[in-house]
């Protein structure tokens, strides 16, 4: 039997917790007249009288009734029904992630990882609206919801994905001093939280990449841990690859789900933004094509479902509940920022090529250049010298013999002082007796290997192995520290890796050094773009093309800029 509860009828009770229980709820005249669906959380009776339990409950609602996101769930309205706290939302047609990893453990099924892949991509697009909320006033909320678990993820059974239940989210200027307050489930917190570290973003981040973890090794992470045993840090330090669990896991997913999971918070995406991109690429290199059709299929097979499947949920029509006269932007989403990034890196990485090549190229020439000047001008004695006699010598300690090369070659001096062996068997090495004489080729040895440096971050870089391009970049740098061209192209690679803390400092260097470098305020606004600070990345963008309008970098600013406002 349908029970009256202020203007709504609760249906049949779908939800239950310590805090609050959930009915289907309908608005009517009586139990069987009626429009729509809806869920109805009501907190226990029995708390009705602790105040900070009420204050929580109602959280959920003066944060959620501001957003608007498909993969959000909507709250309606709140506010109690005979003095109970009570919140109307929408209601999902379908299951939550919690239940379904159980059935699927209960049945000893795996979910296929492409269809946990696009479960993780959809709730990183609700993370990344929620985490660049702004207020009316354009303030950044830095709302962290605190609580992504699989209870809280939802599948709709036509393949819909949504992130619920704010009770226990942050709001940073609501709460200045909750930073250090422990909430949530503590085996989807990151472990530098147990001990003490403040609440951010990265919080979600961990709570979704475990989610992950758990629905493609159908088993708990901390599988026989305690949240005490958890909370005293009893938890192993090195999470196992799910690959070595579920072998059918691909091997590139669980490296990215096992840098996600890493103990040192550097190594994990930095942000919704860029923990997508890396899950969008791989499912790209896959092949495969995921959408919300096949997962609803997956899991009315799995679960089963007696309804109309293809009738879309009717949601409350205008007028039945009061919208708030502000609701968050949604603004563009991870998959439009990821293709215009990705549009741009093709336009751009030929013209990075092609400037490494000359750069390489110029340097051999000044090199030749000046090679051809000092054995003109120089006579200087060689002696060959059995390389049997120098084994008895420390290489390293030897002033005549240059530094080893960063790959750990076999040394050699200069070209001009090499010799070719007469015999396979008596190896030679020239070595210079007028000792004053090697300081010329000596000073040409540093360009010489700042291009090689350059020239071999390069080739790492479209490789796409940006820690070693990185490396080689930052090399570079220390023999020539106010090159333009390199800080940027290090920045750029920084950016691959989203360490865009790292990359704005070194664009912001190298504009100290070039105020009018175009493609340094190309980089500084995806920097910017990439940290949610639109407003500012616009800006960049714009002197961008104020600096050079008819250049390559304005071109993409302009594309960039008009894909942001459309």
């Given at each position: 039997?349908?029970?009256?509860?202020?203007?709504?009828?609760?249906?049949?009770?779908?939800?239950?917790?310590?805090?609050?229980?959930?009915?289907?709820?309908?608005?009517?005249?009586?139990?069987?007249?009626?429009?729509?669906?809806?869920?109805?959380?009501?907190?226990?009776?029995?708390?009705?009288?602790?105040?900070?339990?009420?204050?929580?409950?109602?959280?959920?609602?003066?944060?959620?009734?501001?957003?608007?996101?498909?993969?959000?769930?909507?709250?309606?309205?709140?506010?109690?029904?005979?003095n109970q706290p009570y919140i109307a939302m929408e209601f999902v047609r379908g299951t939550d992630l919690a239940s379904l990893v159980d059935t699927l453990r209960k049945r000893r099924l795996r979910c296929p990882a492409d269809l946990a892949l696009y479960v993780a991509l959809q709730v990183l697009r609700a993370l990344d609206y929620v985490h660049r909320a702004v207020t009316p006033t354009g303030e950044l909320m830095e709302l962290v919801h605190r609580d992504v678990t699989p209870s809280n993820i939802y599948i709709t059974f036509d393949g819909k994905v949504k992130l619920g239940d704010f009770g226990i989210a942050r709001v940073r200027f609501l709460e200045e001093r909750d930073d250090l307050t422990l909430k949530g489930?503590?085996?989807?917190?990151?472990?530098?939280?147990?001990?003490?570290?403040?609440?951010?973003?990265?919080?979600?981040?961990?709570?979704l990449a475990v989610t992950l973890w758990e629905l493609l090794a159908t088993r708990r992470l901390y599988e026989g841990l305690s949240d005490e045993e958890i909370r005293r840090g009893v938890a192993p330090k090195q999470i196992m690859p799910v690959h070595e669990i579920n072998p059918e896991v691909p091997l590139e997913l669980s490296h990215i789900l096992h840098r996600a999971l890493s103990a040192r918070p550097r190594r994990r995406p930095q942000d919704a933004v860029a923990f997508y991109r890396e899950l969008k690429l791989h499912l790209r290199a896959t092949g495969l094509q995921v959408d919300s059709e096949r997962l609803g299929r997956f899991l009315v097979g799995l679960i089963g479902y007696s309804g109309d499947i293809e009738q879309?949920?009717?949601?409350?029509?205008?007028?039945?509940?009061?919208?708030p006269a502000y609701a968050i932007p949604m603004g563009m989403s991870p998959t439009q920022r990821f293709e215009i990034v990705m549009r741009r890196k093709r336009i751009i990485w030929p013209a990075v090529t092609i400037g490494a090549a000359l750069l390489v190229g110029s340097g051999i020439w000044a090199w030749q250049t000046m090679h051809a000047h000092n054995t003109n001008q120089t006579a200087i004695d060689l002696r060959p010298v059995i390389i049997n006699d120098l084994s008895k010598q420390s290489i390293s300690s030897n002033p005549q013999v240059p530094h080893k090369s960063l790959d750990n070659e076999k040394n050699t001096a200069p070209e001009d002082?090499?010799?070719?062996?007469?015999?396979?068997?008596?190896?030679?090495r020239p070595i210079a007796l007028d000792v004053s004489n090697w300081n010329r080729p000596k000073a040409t040895h540093k360009p010489r290997r700042f291009n090689a440096l350059i020239q071999r971050a390069s080739q790492q870089a479209r490789q796409k192995k940006y820690i070693m391009a990185e490396r080689y970049f930052q090399q570079a740098l220390t023999l020539r520290p106010n090159n333009v061209d390199a800080i940027l192209a290090r920045a750029?690679?920084?950016?691959?890796?989203?360490?865009?803390?790292?990359?704005?400092?070194?664009?912001?260097?190298?504009?100290?050094?070039?105020?009018?470098?175009?493609?340094?305020?190309?980089?500084?606004g995806d920097v910017l773009w990439m940290q949610g600070r639109d407003q500012s990345a616009r800006e960049a963008y714009r002197h961008c093309i104020d600096v050079e309008p008819n250049g390559k970098s304005a071109k993409v600013a302009r594309k960039v800029l008009d894909k942001i406002k459309g």
């Amino acid at each position: 039997m349908a029970q009256r509860f202020g203007r709504y009828w609760l249906q049949e009770k779908i939800g239950h917790g310590g805090m609050a229980e959930v009915f289907r709820a309908t608005i009517g005249p009586d139990a069987q007249t009626y429009a729509f669906d809806l869920a109805l959380k009501r907190l226990h009776p029995e708390l009705i009288q602790e105040r900070a339990m009420v204050d929580m409950f109602l959280t959920e609602a003066d944060i959620a009734k501001f957003l608007r996101h498909p993969n959000v769930v909507q709250v309606f309205e709140a506010g109690l029904i005979d003095n109970q706290p009570y919140i109307a939302m929408e209601f999902v047609r379908g299951t939550d992630l919690a239940s379904l990893v159980d059935t699927l453990r209960k049945r000893r099924l795996r979910c296929p990882a492409d269809l946990a892949l696009y479960v993780a991509l959809q709730v990183l697009r609700a993370l990344d609206y929620v985490h660049r909320a702004v207020t009316p006033t354009g303030e950044l909320m830095e709302l962290v919801h605190r609580d992504v678990t699989p209870s809280n993820i939802y599948i709709t059974f036509d393949g819909k994905v949504k992130l619920g239940d704010f009770g226990i989210a942050r709001v940073r200027f609501l709460e200045e001093r909750d930073d250090l307050t422990l909430k949530g489930k503590v085996a989807y917190m990151p472990p530098e939280v147990l001990v003490g570290a403040p609440i951010n973003a990265n919080v979600d981040l961990w709570g979704l990449a475990v989610t992950l973890w758990e629905l493609l090794a159908t088993r708990r992470l901390y599988e026989g841990l305690s949240d005490e045993e958890i909370r005293r840090g009893v938890a192993p330090k090195q999470i196992m690859p799910v690959h070595e669990i579920n072998p059918e896991v691909p091997l590139e997913l669980s490296h990215i789900l096992h840098r996600a999971l890493s103990a040192r918070p550097r190594r994990r995406p930095q942000d919704a933004v860029a923990f997508y991109r890396e899950l969008k690429l791989h499912l790209r290199a896959t092949g495969l094509q995921v959408d919300s059709e096949r997962l609803g299929r997956f899991l009315v097979g799995l679960i089963g479902y007696s309804g109309d499947i293809e009738q879309e949920y009717r949601g409350p029509q205008t007028g039945v509940f009061e919208r708030p006269a502000y609701a968050i932007p949604m603004g563009m989403s991870p998959t439009q920022r990821f293709e215009i990034v990705m549009r741009r890196k093709r336009i751009i990485w030929p013209a990075v090529t092609i400037g490494a090549a000359l750069l390489v190229g110029s340097g051999i020439w000044a090199w030749q250049t000046m090679h051809a000047h000092n054995t003109n001008q120089t006579a200087i004695d060689l002696r060959p010298v059995i390389i049997n006699d120098l084994s008895k010598q420390s290489i390293s300690s030897n002033p005549q013999v240059p530094h080893k090369s960063l790959d750990n070659e076999k040394n050699t001096a200069p070209e001009d002082y090499l010799k070719k062996p007469n015999d396979a068997d008596e190896r030679v090495r020239p070595i210079a007796l007028d000792v004053s004489n090697w300081n010329r080729p000596k000073a040409t040895h540093k360009p010489r290997r700042f291009n090689a440096l350059i020239q071999r971050a390069s080739q790492q870089a479209r490789q796409k192995k940006y820690i070693m391009a990185e490396r080689y970049f930052q090399q570079a740098l220390t023999l020539r520290p106010n090159n333009v061209d390199a800080i940027l192209a290090r920045a750029d690679t920084l950016i691959e890796l989203r360490h865009y803390n790292d990359a704005e400092k070194a664009v912001r260097k190298a504009l100290t050094i070039d105020p009018r470098n175009a493609r340094a305020y190309l980089l500084l606004g995806d920097v910017l773009w990439m940290q949610g600070r639109d407003q500012s990345a616009r800006e960049a963008y714009r002197h961008c093309i104020d600096v050079e309008p008819n250049g390559k970098s304005a071109k993409v600013a302009r594309k960039v800029l008009d894909k942001i406002k459309g």
